[in-house]
């Protein structure tokens, strides 16, 4: 089945405790891409990836990182977590870069204490 | 800025009452708009592209169209199982290399009561 899978789909932890936030997809997909969804403030880009080795910042990038070694999966990591990234992350991917859609991840709920 | 608004936030209809939601955009060279559908604790279900003034897709009872400066999502006759919150995005024309990233409005929320 073509999917994009994310792992945790829930964590809850402190301030300042690094954590990753894996993303796999199974679609070849050369595009990937993070989001965070805010009530309010709807879905927001981080970060994206057009291919191996290539990434780029989207709207929200502080206190964020991300890496793309392999075509399947592109991690986010939180270096130093703090309460204002509680959020909930999506995974998205696409065939390309271009105007393609994007396929989504269930979701991350991550709460910061 | 490239901006994306949509209207109503909410919306309530009558299982049969069909109606239209809006999304208008701003945007600096428009590469492509998408529509999405997504339901209470999951991700965004694709649903439709547009790329130019004019186009319209359509699927099942939903129909989507675009202007230069807005799009249209269209229910017909909805059913409670159409109950979402529909999403409009747009990507931008960029230059010097960089894809434009996709920019979300913040959604309308569908109720469909039996």
């Known amino acids: 089945e073509a999917q994009v899978t994310q792992n945790p789909r829930y964590l809850i932890t402190v301030t300042g405790k690094k954590l990753t936030v894996t993303c796999s997809q199974n679609m070849n997909h050369e595009y990937m891409s993070w989001y965070r969804q805010d009530p309010g403030l709807g879905l927001r880009q981080i970060y994206y990836s057009m291919n191996v080795e290539v990434t780029d910042k989207g709207d929200v990038p502080e206190g964020y990182k991300v890496s793309r070694k392999e075509k399947r999966n592109f991690p986010l990591i939180l270096e130093s977590p703090s309460p204002n990234q509680t959020s909930l992350y999506f995974c998205a991917s696409s065939h390309s870069g271009g105007a393609r859609e994007q396929y989504f991840g269930p979701g991350t709920r991550l709460t910061v204490t | 800025e490239d901006q994306v608004t949509q209207s109503p936030e909410a919306l309530r209809l009558q299982e049969g009452e069909s109606s239209s939601l809006n999304c208008s955009y701003t945007?600096?060279?428009?590469?492509?708009l998408f529509w999405y559908r997504q339901d209470p604790g999951k991700g965004p279900e694709f649903l439709f592209t547009l790329y130019s003034a004019g186009e319209e897709k359509e699927k099942e009872r939903l129909k989507a169209t675009l202007t230069k400066k807005e799009s249209f999502l269209h229910i017909t006759a909805p059913k409670p199982e159409d109950s979402a919150t529909y999403l409009c995005a747009v990507q931008a024309r960029r230059y010097g290399g960089s894809q434009g990233n996709l920019i979300f409005g913040k959604g309308t929320k569908l109720s469909v009561k039996p």
């Open positions: 945007v600096s060279g428009l590469r492509g």
